[in-house]
């Protein structure tokens, strides 16, 4: 039997947690045999509904859950965590001005990213999925200077995810003939989901769908403002396609991709001219437990124009939390 991984989770009591947890407990992220541990984090006014998630936990007798410990201090939950994945944060309230948001999240992932530095396994690898999720992974990773800023990474395979979907049902594909997408930007509606360079059984999709209005019109308004329209539907955020999405995200992380691309949240290394640092998503493959961004894709003008605008949004979130950093 393998030793177990220590896989800590914040925001453990909330909609997310709840479909999360139960899969990483089955072995659905790290393997099937794959003994974990995992470090639940959550407020205190939530560490009741923590215990009452822990015991439907226990209830699954999941073979591969080898221990849990349940908590409201960061520096207790990331402790020797090899995975971390960052979904509790400060959601938006009525009259909330953004500025407010990026710093009101800004304080919560100094102290995570303070807590990982100091307590978490050398080589632990994180995920931000907590909105803003770019800017909040930003924060936490500038806020550990002892770790390799390639460690923090932030959410946008739901964003990926949700593209491949759309396409699948346009081109009338299945979703797993599609190889080949790219999600570039910000975990927002700005992000720019590009199939210019995607396959399907060996044909380019964009020659298959051949419709510049509806990859403008449909497809990219579609993909950008699906959490909106989730919400709208189900009066409740996204939260199964989220914690789908992290699975999927430290999974190809953690075992490779096998040369296939997936987005990743990551800190540029100025591939594509984007600046050095600024957590951005990138088409990634992934092997040995690292990633690599996809180079040499020729950027046309449209491409350029949707990169550069994600790309201010996020320079903006940026400028409006970099006092808080020191
Ligand atoms: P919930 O409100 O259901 O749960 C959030 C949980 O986090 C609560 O239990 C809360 O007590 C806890 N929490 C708050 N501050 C915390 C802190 N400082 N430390 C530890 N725990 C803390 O939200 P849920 O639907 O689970 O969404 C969580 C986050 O994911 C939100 O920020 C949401 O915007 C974001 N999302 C990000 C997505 C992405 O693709 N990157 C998609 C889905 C989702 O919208």
């Known amino acids: 039997m393998k030793a177990p991984v220590r896989v800590a989770v914040t925001g453990a009591a909330g909609q997310i947690g709840y479909s999360l947890l139960f899969r990483i407990a089955s072995g659905e992220m790290l393997g099937k045999d794959q003994p974990v541990i995992l470090q639940l984090l959550d407020l205190p006014q939530a560490q009741t509904a923590v215990k009452g998630v822990m015991m439907e936990l226990e209830d699954c007798a999941f073979p591969l859950l080898a221990g849990m410990v349940a908590t409201d201090d960061p520096n207790v939950a990331f402790k020797d965590a090899q995975v971390a994945i960052l979904v509790g944060a400060r959601p938006r309230s009525k009259g909330m001005e953004r500025k407010d ?7 919560i992932f100094t102290v995570q990213g303070k807590a990982l530095n100091d307590h978490a396994d050398r080589k632990v690898k994180v995920l931000v999925v907590g909105n803003p999720a770019n800017t909040n992974a930003y924060i936490a990773m500038k806020s550990a200077p002892d770790l390799n800023p390639r460690q ?24 797993a003939a599609i190889r080949q997408l790219a999600v570039w930007g910000n975990h927002s509606p700005t992000m720019y989901a590009d199939y210019r360079f995607a396959t399907i059984d060996g044909q380019n999709v964009k020659s298959l769908i051949n419709d510049e209005a509806w990859n403008r019109d449909v497809f990219l308004p579609t993909v950008g403002k699906r959490g909106a329209a989730i919400i709208e539907a189900r009066g409740l955020s996204s939260a199964a396609s989220a914690a789908n999405a992290a699975i999927d995200h430290i999974h190809d992380w953690w075992h490779g991709t096998n040369g296939e691309w997936v987005t990743m949240g990551i800190p540029s290394d100025g591939s594509y001219g984007i600046p050095e640092g600024l957590m951005y998503g990138f088409p990634v493959v992934c092997e040995n437990g690292d990633y690599k961004i996809v180079q040499g894709l020729a950027i046309d003008e449209f491409s350029r124009e949707r990169m550069t605008l994600t790309q201010n949004e996020l320079e903006e979130e940026r400028a409006a939390i970099l006092p808080l950093l020191g």
């Open 101 to 107: 948001l990026l710093e009101a999240n800004g304080a």
């Open 152 to 175: 923090f990474t932030a959410m946008l395979r739901l964003d990926h995810n949700r593209a491949l979907s759309q396409i699948a049902a346009k081109a009338g594909k299945p979703v």
